[in-house]
């Protein structure tokens, strides 16, 4: 089948566009960055060069697709994520409708249940709810939880200050995903196929920042390394001081935490927690953290 793919080559196409050359289908990938054309080519998928909030771009791309994989890349420019976000997945329901695709798996989020979710959970509700109009296309959402890749970025914390935390204590569970999964997962739907509008959660462990702590720790030789509850101001002004705008560290990270302690965030996955898919245990990603940490 032909299939086009959003995303570049980010964290989960990395995983998914080998899966699905593999298995014989015609791969493209929209990137808005020429430089990784090549990459791409050597994957085995054809590159679509523009931008997601072309909506005559998007309806070029997607023509011809079977199936459509959708995800809403990040805008570090912008003034306002939420209507950044609703925005793109406006354009992908026109683009699709107009192309005639009959298949998308859309990337969602853990919270998306919610029209009022924190942080980009409620604008990914609305995105669900637009794709779902789409009368004659069977939709797939994935609802991940948080990137197991985002501990990269604690790296510095960690060296430098032997600790690791959020604005929560580390008695709070975290749904957490490896980007391999969601693409597991993808893939699994892409070459089975599926009828009418489902929802998929991709968690591939539920940790507490305390147990995260201990298996990083017992990863990289710092047994002593703990879980700090930082107050939001405080990491807010972290944030801030390591390139993040007020608006991308209150949507992706602030609102996120605060959901998060207020037990809401997670309130519809834990109903249907037995159904998620996820194979990727955290103490498997550690091994893979370590050797980045001791690179």
Same mark, same amino acid.
């Given at each position: 089948m032909k299939i086009t793919l959003t %995303?570049? @080559?980010g964290n989960i196409n990395q995983y998914l566009i080998p899966q699905l050359v593999t298995a014989g289908h015609q791969v493209t990938v929209i990137s808005q960055q020429p430089e990784r054309a =090549? =990459?791409? #080519? =050597? @994957? %085995? *998928? #054809? *590159? =679509?060069i523009g931008s997601v909030k072309d909506r005559v771009f998007l309806q070029q791309a997607f023509t011809g697709a079977d199936i459509v994989y959708t995800m809403i890349p990040p805008d570090y420019a912008a003034r306002d994520l939420r209507a950044y976000i609703r925005a793109t997945g406006e354009n992908y329901a026109a683009a699709i409708a107009q192309a005639g695709v009959k298949y998308v798996v859309n990337l969602s989020a853990v919270g998306a249940h919610d029209a009022a979710g924190a942080g980009p959970a409620g604008a990914s509700h609305d995105v669900e709810a637009m794709l779902n109009t789409l009368t004659d296309t069977h939709i797939l959402h994935l609802r991940p939880g948080m990137f197991y890749s985002n501990f990269y970025g604690a790296i510095p914390l960690i060296k430098y200050q032997q600790l690791l935390g959020n604005n929560f204590s580390g008695d709070v569970e975290m749904a957490l995903t490896h980007p391999a999964d969601i693409a597991a997962a993808a893939a699994k739907a892409m070459n089975r196929l599926f009828t009418g509008k489902q929802i998929q959660y991709v968690v591939s462990d539920v940790k507490t920042g305390d147990e995260l702590a201990s298996i990083l720790g017992a990863a990289i030789a710092m047994p002593h390394l703990s879980w700090t509850a930082f107050s939001d101001e405080a990491l807010l002004a972290s944030l801030q001081q390591n390139g993040f705008s007020e608006e991308m560290a209150m949507v992706y990270m602030i609102e996120i935490g605060i959901a998060l302690r207020n037990n809401t965030l997670l309130s519809h996955f834990r109903q249907y927690r037995e159904q998620a898919y996820g194979e990727i245990r955290f103490s498997a990603f550690a091994e893979e953290f370590a050797k980045t940490y001791m690179a």
């Open positions: %995303g570049s @080559l =090549a =990459a791409m #080519t =050597a @994957l %085995g *998928a #054809t *590159a =679509a």
